[in-house]
């Protein structure tokens, strides 16, 4: 089992940045993709990033294109969110996850969740 426990959520306003970290553990060996997922009010659980396990290799949402950043620490066993330029249709709650292979952008794809992180954009 893998524990992943996210943080740096927050309220900020349009326009604004904020870095959200998604932390490891237990048998993180079995961990290979991380990604980031975000669900708004009444909406899906949608795909926002993903990166391989040496951060080679990533794949963004068109959505967040040139605006949000992902990589990861593996000495620390932490994966990172920078999201530059927020917008309000960014406001939702961001979750972390991760799987044995290769990266995906679908959500079945995933073994392993966090509990999630809200973030609120606001003009």
């Known amino acids: 089992q893998v524990q992943l426990v996210e943080s740096g959520g927050g309220l900020v306003q349009a326009g604004g940045s904020l870095r959200l970290s998604c932390a490891a553990s237990?048998?993180?060996?079995?961990?290979?993709?991380m990604g980031w997922f975000r669900q708004a009010p009444g909406k899906e659980r949608e795909f926002v990033v993903a990166?391989?396990?040496?951060?080679?290799?990533?794949m963004y949402a068109d959505s967040v294109k040139g605006r949000f950043t992902i990589s990861r620490d593996n000495s620390k066993n932490t994966v990172y969110l920078q999201m530059n330029n927020l917008e309000l249709e960014d406001t939702a709650v961001y979750y972390c996850?991760?799987?044995?292979?290769?990266?995906?952008?679908?959500?079945?794809?995933?073994?392993?969740w966090g509990q999630g992180t809200q973030v609120t954009v606001s003009s």
């Open positions: 237990g048998r993180i060996f079995s961990v290979n993709t």
């Open positions: 996850a991760g799987r044995p292979g290769g990266i995906s952008t679908l959500r079945p794809a995933y073994d392993n």
């Open positions: 990166i391989n396990w040496n951060g080679r290799t990533t």
